[in-house]
């Protein structure tokens, strides 16, 4: 595709439900981060892969969150029994590894009840 | 210490005024340096980038870079209303391969 793609864009969910999101990159990018941005907040860093490995995890905020990356392409971000404080817009972006410049999705905008 | 640091805001400045925002790094492996901008509700995108030391024009935004003094700055000149909102600051460090954020500078331009 022509940028990077997130689904679904909109996710409303109950309290204790898992939530799987999806990132589709830009082709050939080999780069991919995810970030979670609160209303009014900055971006929160979470993960990045390089390819399919994920050197940097240190920004997932507990053990309820995973993600994964299958390819070299596309990659899940999935939040097991989801808490009202996960509500957020999650943020995907991609990049060439020796430019570093991010292209980012439009996000998915969780909401947990 | 925050490895990418920029000058809090928020700041406000008049219609037509010159905009002047901040940023310093740690790293002083960093390669590249971006500005994005984030409209309310929407996703950041990319206005600028810098790799060399020096100035670097485009149209009303000038990116500064100093590596010695691990300083980066972006002018926005003659500032429009719609030039209203967050600036973020961004730094690639080709060692770690990996793009580091700034917290962002909220900016609004005063008709």
């Known amino acids: 595709g022509a940028g990077v793609s997130q689904s679904p864009s909109n996710k409303v969910t109950e309290k204790g439900k898992d939530v799987e999101l999806r990132c589709d990159p830009i082709s050939g990018h080999t780069a991919l981060y995810w970030y979670r941005q609160s209303l009014g907040q900055g971006l929160e860093f979470l993960i990045y892969f390089q390819g399919n490995s994920a050197p940097d995890k240190s920004g997932l905020p507990s053990d309820r969150f995973s993600a994964e990356r299958t390819g070299g392409s596309v990659s899940t971000l999935t939040i097991q029994r989801t808490q009202q404080e996960d509500s957020a817009v999650y943020l995907c972006a991609s990049s060439h590894p020796n430019t570093g410049e991010l292209f980012f999705g439009e996000g998915s905008r969780l909401t947990v009840l | 210490q925050k490895e990418v640091e920029q000058n809090s805001g928020p700041l406000s400045v008049p219609e037509g005024a010159i905009a002047s925002l901040n940023c310093t790094y740690s790293?002083?492996?960093?390669?590249?340096f971006f500005w994005y901008r984030q409209y309310s509700g929407k996703s950041p995108e990319l206005i600028m980038f810098?790799?060399?030391?020096g100035d670097k024009e485009d149209g009303r935004f000038t990116a500064q870079l100093n590596k010695a003094s691990q300083y980066v700055s972006l002018l926005i000149r003659d500032s429009q209303p719609s030039d209203s909102a967050t600036y973020l600051c961004?730094?690639?460090?080709?060692?770690?391969?990996?793009?580091?954020f700034g917290s962002g500078t909220q900016l609004t331009v005063l008709p």
């Open positions: 961004a730094v690639f460090s080709g060692s770690a391969r990996q793009l580091t």
């Open positions: 810098i790799y060399s030391n």
């Open positions: 790293d002083r492996g960093s390669q590249s």
